[in-house]
């Protein structure tokens, strides 16, 4: 690795609709400086209910946080603790090494 790599991973987060500012508040607690927040719905799991012929399926939020290697773990750790399946936010967390990224500026990461 040269002196000038970072190395990095992306720590994916899925919880329900309405829990991603919270969810960033606890990130930025742990170290993390940003991320990007998607919309989504669920497909698996529990049975989609059903209103007036129409499926309904819960909405989701995906978090995506690129970190420094060095804090994911415990990053993820305090993620899963407030937001994992046993709370109301139903989450799951899991990462991602990332091995380059072009066109981006880590300004947070530089040393």
Known sequence: MENNEIKCS???VIVNK???ETLMDV???NGA??????SGRGTG?????KFFAMSLQEEKEVVLILV???IR????RALAREFGLDSPGRGIVFSV???EAIGLTFVPFTE
């Open 10 to 12: 992306m720590v994916v």
């Open 18 to 20: 309405g829990f991603s």
């Open 27 to 29: 990130a930025r607690a």
């Open 33 to 38: 400086t940003g991320g990007t927040i998607l």
């Open 45 to 49: 799991g529990e049975k989609a209910q």
């Open 68 to 70: 420094k290697e060095e």
């Open 73 to 76: 773990a415990d990053l993820m």
């Open 97 to 99: 090494p990332v091995d």
